[in-house]
Structure formats: structure tokens, C-alpha cells
């Protein structure tokens, strides 16, 4: 507590570390002062909840003042008496006072002589925690296992399945609520699974990496690949590139989300003619390195010096849209940062897995008819407003913008995937479509080191239907058609709570999957 120094205090903080060395002016318009010793002085931040402790702070100051005043005409003797009083007593009721606010969790701190108590801002409203939860991977052996998971998770609304079980050997992820770990351990004992426990306070990763997140005022020119944004600065940021590079960049939207919000995208068209690249992110909500790799690629092609990357912005047209999901993203950032669907109302509750929901053998696998579960594909095909301004887009514009790749960003496991995501059958350009993929595998091998894996969505990750890349693929027509699931690792720590460190080394890497696909399918006549 000595010179410009500031620290917190807590319930655990000693007495004689309140004696503030120094006094310090008053301002009277947004504190309460109260004087215990003579030495010590204590602003009390007159915010929510504060009031009566500031009075008893007021009160207390008061007492003494008066006390001190009347004894002081006496001898020096009684003064000595009454300082140390003062000192003792006075500090000693204050004290309570301060531990008992910073056990409450109210912020305290000390610096330039003077205790600062503020209760800070108060919590955003109807937020999900997830204290003490703990991320659990398991190992199916057996087909009872199996089976038994399948039943857990139709009952359970406490567990969070990373995907379903499926198969012997299969390793799956489950979030689970704090009060089940105990009735979960006993089942892995109980049923003899093998298991790691990857994090035990789910929680903890959240609030990092809402720290991480820059608020939402802030100037978009501001924007940068070392934090998350909210939707609107994201906008903001693309409004800002517009007008800085008029010759190229042209801001679309694509139309309005369930509630409202625009879902926007940019195009950078070097020439007319030139053959497109459509790439869409964020559709799932949670996965925030999607919008955050969508909004690098577009920087590159924007601003790289590297010979290759500039040669791919002049010879071909590219449309992204960095989130399709406005509403389930802004979700995120405001109530629950795990949540995944789209926002419709659906009775008691709410939201469209909309990579559930295009109509391409909609519902048939891997997805559910149950509005509470995570895979729900809605009540028809192509039901929500986020699919279908996806749909009537690329409808419009497969044509006349010449969109021959479609790439969906999202994450996490490390794959880069292409159809069927329904069925087992190859498309019928699988051995090309396999082939650009290991070739984007092995890039990313030899840039970072990653290991990422390259096959058809039903064989690499698991069946599902409703998906846009398989509508875009087999209706509109586009060739080569790409699922990447970015960083981390199948069995990560932080699931999609990937932190910002993270943010340009996965962003790079999935720019160089796209320009070593598009080289590739460049070489044999993709475009032509």
C-alpha cells in the first residue's frame, strides 16, 4: 500500500494493512469520506447497494469526531488516550465493515493512501455459469456401454454430449453439470469405462475467455486477431474496410436473422468475370474462432504482400459472410457462451440447429426432432430465415457470381470435411475431393505442425443430414464443397472456448487449407 501501488482486498486482508500512509482531497459529488485515524482515510464509492454502509461509515466518523473534539480540550494524556482510541477501536469498525463487504465479493482497493469499496457493475442479467463443471472423455469398449450412453443422453438434461455415441472405440467428450459428478464417476466405476477428466471448472475457461472479448463501444478500427468481438463491431469493422477499399469490397446482406439483425457479408471482386469462392461461418453460435478466422481471411486477401495470397484475390471473386447465426452469436456474448442454435421460439424453449435445417435428406441422420435437443432440425426443411436467406443467396448468385467452392467454417476436432454428411455413399468426385484435402492436411502440417484430418463428414466425424455444405454441394451444384472443423484437438480442454492466443495461428491455418484447395482444384480445371 505504499506509493502508487494498488492491490484488492479480501476477507483475509490484516488490520494494520488499512492504515493508509497518506490523505488524500475529498470529492465530495461521488464519495463518502469517513476519518477513523487521523492518518487514515477511506473513500466509500456511493454505487449500488452502498448507501448504508456509507451512512455507517458517515455515522462512525461522527462519533469519534465529537469525541475527539470535546476530549481534546483536556490534557495531553487524554489525547494520547484518545488517538490511540481512535486508532484501535475506530480502525477495528471499520474493518468489519471492509471484510464483511469483501466477503459479499465487493470490490476493494488501496493506493495513493486512500481504500477504495465499490461494489462494481452489477452482474449481466439471467446469465448461465458453469461452476464446477467438469469435462469428461470417455471410451466405448463395449456395445453396452454404448448403449447405455445413447439412454443417458435422451434422459439427462445435466449432460452436454460433444456428439453421440455411436461405436466401439469411439472417445466423446460430455460436459457435465456439478451436481451429477458424483452419480457420473460412480457410472464410469460402475460400468467400467475408461475416462479422463480434461476440466474440472468449466467455469474458469468462460470468464478467461470473456476477458478476452473487447466491449462492444469500442472504435472498430480497433479491430484486431488478438481478441473476440461482438457482433456489431464486427459490422463496424466491415463498414470501415468498405470505405477504405471502395474499388473491391462491397458490404451484402443477405437478409434479416428470426430477431431481426442483419446477417452481413462482404464481396472482394478483383474482376467481374472471375470465378467465386463463398465461404459462411458461424452458424453455430459458440464457435467464435469461426467469425474470428471468416473476418482474418478477408484481411489477407485485403492486405498480404505474399505473392500467392495476392494472386488468389485477383483471380478469383470471394463472398464471405463471417456469421449466419447473428442471434445465437450475440446469445453468446450476452447469456450463454455454450449455446448453439439460432433463437426461434419453440414453447418452453428455444432454438434451430440451422446446419441441421437445409433441405438436403433433412432429419434423416444425426439430428433430432426434439426442440431441446442441441441437434434439433426444426419443424420442416428449410424452416428458419437464417437458412432460407442462405438459400435464396446462393440461388441467386451460384450462376452469375460463378461459385464454384463453398467452405463452412467451424470447430472444433480438426478436420477438414467434405460430403456426404447422410450417408456412407461417395460423391462422385470423392478421390479429388480427397485428394485437395490431404494436400490441405499436410500444409497445415508443415506450417504449425497441426495434425488435421481430411475424409467425407459421415466418416471422419460422424452421419448428419440437413447440413449446408451437402445442399450446396448436390443442389446447387457447387463441386468442391468443404466442412472445416478448426482448433482444437477431438478431445480439447477448452471445447469451443478457445482462447484468443489461439485466434491467428487457427485463422492462418485454415487460410492455407482454402488457398492449397483452391490451388489444387485450380489444377484440375475447377474453375475453368
Excluded at 469483501?102 to 477504495?116: F, N, P, Q, T, V
Excluded at 435464396?392 to 456426404?420: D, G
Aim: with cysteine; glycine share 6%.
Amino acid at each position: 500500500m505504499r506509493g502508487n501501488s494498488t492491490r484488492r482486498l479480501t476477507a483475509s486482508t490484516a488490520v494494520t494493512d488499512l492504515v493508509c500512509p497518506h490523505p488524500h482531497p475529498l470529492n465530495r459529488k461521488h464519495t463518502y469520506i469517513c476519518f477513523l485515524p487521523a492518518r487514515c482515510k477511506v473513500l466509500i464509492t456511493n454505487t449500488l447497494g452502498l448507501e448504508p454502509l456509507a451512512r455507517s461509515c458517515l455515522h462512525i466518523h461522527t462519533l469519534f469526531g465529537e469525541l475527539v473534539y470535546g476530549l481534546r480540550r483536556g490534557n495531553g494524556d487524554r489525547n494520547n488516550i484518545i488517538n490511540m482510541l481512535t486508532s484501535q477501536v475506530g480502525a477495528r469498525l471499520l474493518v468489519i465493515t471492509i471484510l464483511t463487504m469483501a466477503a459479499s465479493g465487493i470490490k476493494l482497493e488501496c493506493g495513493d493512501g486512500i481504500c477504495l469499496i465499490d461494489a462494481g457493475s452489477p452482474p449481466p442479467p439471467d446469465q448461465a455459469r458453469y461452476d464446477h463443471y467438469r469435462i469428461y472423455n470417455v471410451q466405448f469398449d463395449n456395445q453396452e456401454q454404448i448403449e447405455l450412453f445413447q439412454k443417458l443422453e435422451d434422459q439427462s438434461d445435466s449432460l452436454t454430449f460433444i456428439g453421440h455415441a455411436r461405436e466401439i472405440g469411439q472417445k466423446l467428450s460430455i460436459l457435465v453439470a456439478a451436481h451429477r459428478v458424483s452419480d457420473f464417476a460412480d457410472l464410469l466405476k460402475t460400468y467400467k469405462l475408461k475416462h479422463r477428466v480434461l476440466t474440472y471448472n468449466f467455469q474458469e475457461k468462460i470468464d478467461r475467455n470473456m476477458g478476452e472479448v473487447l466491449p462492444e463501444s469500442i472504435d472498430a478500427t480497433q479491430y484486431d486477431w488478438q481478441h473476440f468481438f461482438h457482433l456489431k463491431t464486427i459490422y463496424g469493422w466491415m463498414d470501415v474496410m468498405a470505405k477504405m477499399y471502395p474499388d473491391l469490397w462491397t458490404v451484402l446482406d443477405m437478409g434479416k436473422s428470426t430477431q431481426g439483425h442483419a446477417i452481413k457479408g462482404i464481396k472482394l471482386a478483383s474482376k467481374p468475370d472471375n470465378k467465386a469462392i463463398f465461404i459462411a461461418s458461424g452458424i453455430h453460435a459458440r464457435e467464435w474462432i469461426a467469425p474470428a478466422t471468416a473476418t482474418y481471411i478477408i484481411n489477407e486477401l485485403l492486405t498480404s504482400q505474399d505473392a500467392g495470397v495476392q494472386k488468389l484475390a485477383n483471380n478469383f471473386n470471394w463472398i464471405i459472410f463471417p456469421c449466419v447465426n447473428p442471434d445465437g452469436y450475440k446469445y453468446t456474448f450476452e447469456h450463454d457462451r455454450m449455446w448453439r442454435k439460432n433463437r426461434q421460439l419453440f414453447g418452453t424453449c428455444r432454438g434451430v440447429d440451422l446446419n441441421r435445417n437445409y433441405p438436403d435428406h433433412w432429419n434423416s441422420t444425426g439430428s433430432s426432432s426434439d426442440p431441446t435437443r442441441y441437434d434439433f432440425a426444426g419443424p420442416s426443411a428449410g424452416s428458419e430465415l437464417e437458412t432460407q436467406c442462405l438459400l435464396q443467396f446462393i440461388r441467386s448468385n451460384v450462376q452469375k457470381e460463378q461459385i464454384k467452392t463453398y467452405i463452412a467454417l467451424h470447430s472444433y476436432s480438426q478436420m477438414l470435411m467434405f460430403p456426404y454428411g447422410y450417408t456412407k455413399e461417395r460423391v462422385s468426385n470423392y478421390d479429388d475431393l480427397q485428394e485437395f484435402g490431404k494436400k490441405a492436411a499436410a500444409a497445415i502440417k508443415a506450417e504449425s505442425g497441426r495434425d488435421y484430418v481430411s475424409g467425407s463428414l459421415y466418416e471422419t466425424i460422424y452421419p448428419s443430414s440437413g447440413g449446408s455444405m451437402d445442399w450446396a454441394h448436390e443442389e446447387a451444384g457447387i463441386p468442391s464443397a468443404y466442412t472445416f472443423e478448426l482448433r482444437g484437438p477431438p478431445d480439447s480442454q477448452d471445447l469451443f472456448i478457445l482462447p484468443a492466443v489461439e485466434i491467428q495461428p487457427t485463422a492462418s491455418e485454415a487460410f492455407t487449407a482454402i488457398r492449397t484447395i483452391v490451388e489444387a482444384a485450380d489444377e484440375k480445371g475447377y474453375y475453368d
